[in-house]
């Protein structure tokens, strides 16, 4: 049996969430500039965004630009910003045609002008779209989504809209960027490297993480197998006993 055709299809992920390492190494290793590295990199992405439609995975969010990666050198900068457009032009007709609506998350102001413009068309052009919602993190950072949801919740009890006492979860999802997602159920990051990197700090409480060795851009349809096939594997407890859950 393939490794798609043993994944259980009632118990997928409803949100997997993805930090895309590994673009620089993979060209290095090639002695390629790191930008071919994050060329390759988005056909993966066009692969794994494929991969999820056809399972019927509903939500598939993607770090692609933390807040700190404006520290990088400004050429490298420049050319995943020229990459980025030149992605969303190309794809709008593959998110189209599988009905894929694109949205994004971060500090997209501070992108520039050329990219957010190109991000809100495409967002507007397939906003109708239900099949799949695909989730750039773009200038994301989690830390500092969280100072701004503290910000605007301090800003509503200034002006008494909430009271302090009934702060609870579900008003601090309600001001988070991923206000409209659901809670990550699974978590990969690929390049071997077994940390957060600042990505959804709050989000992923109780999502499971699946780390890989693999580089992104060698990541591909059957690794997404895998990846689901360990998380299917997986008991998730929320803090019951796993007797709770077999009752
Ligand atoms: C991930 O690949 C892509 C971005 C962070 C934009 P890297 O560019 O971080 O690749 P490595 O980690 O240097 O191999
Ligand atoms: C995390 O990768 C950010 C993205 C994948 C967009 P980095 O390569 O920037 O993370 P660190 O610096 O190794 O933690
Ligand atoms: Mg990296």
């Known amino acids: 049996m393939s490794l798609k055709e043993q994944i259980n299809t009632s118990k997928l992920p409803d949100h997997i969430a993805i930090i895309m390492d590994g673009n620089g190494r993979w060209a290095k290793k090639r002695g390629f500039f790191r930008n071919i590295g994050h060329e390759s990199g988005a056909k993966s992405v066009k692969k794994i965004v494929e991969a999820c439609a056809e399972l019927n995975v509903k939500f598939l969010t993607l770090y692609a630009f933390s807040t700190e990666n404006w520290n990088r050198p400004k050429l490298e900068i420049d050319l995943l910003m020229k990459l980025l457009i030149s992605s969303l032009k190309k794809e709008l007709k ?100 077994q940390r957060i990197s600042n990505f959804l700090l709050w989000q992923i409480a109780y999502a499971e993480l699946y780390f890989t060795d693999v580089l992104w851009p060698d990541f591909g349809k059957e690794n997404l197998y895998e990846a689901i096939l360990n998380y299917q594997k997986r008991e998730r407890r929320f803090g019951k006993t796993s007797e709770q859950l077999n009752e």
């Open 94 to 193: 593959t998110l189209q045609k599988n009905n894929i609506k694109l949205h994004a998350i971060g500090n997209i102001n501070s992108l520039p002008d050329t990219v957010s413009k190109e991000l809100s068309d495409v967002i507007e052009k397939t906003k109708d779209n239900t099949r799949l919602t695909l989730t750039l993190a773009l200038s994301y950072g989690s830390r500092e989504e969280i100072i701004k949801t503290i910000k605007e919740i301090s800003l509503k009890v200034k002006n008494n809209l909430i009271s302090p006492e009934n702060i609870d979860i579900s008003i601090i999802n309600n001001h988070l960027y991923t206000r409209n997602l659901p809670e990550v159920d699974l978590l990969i990051r690929t390049s071997g490297e």
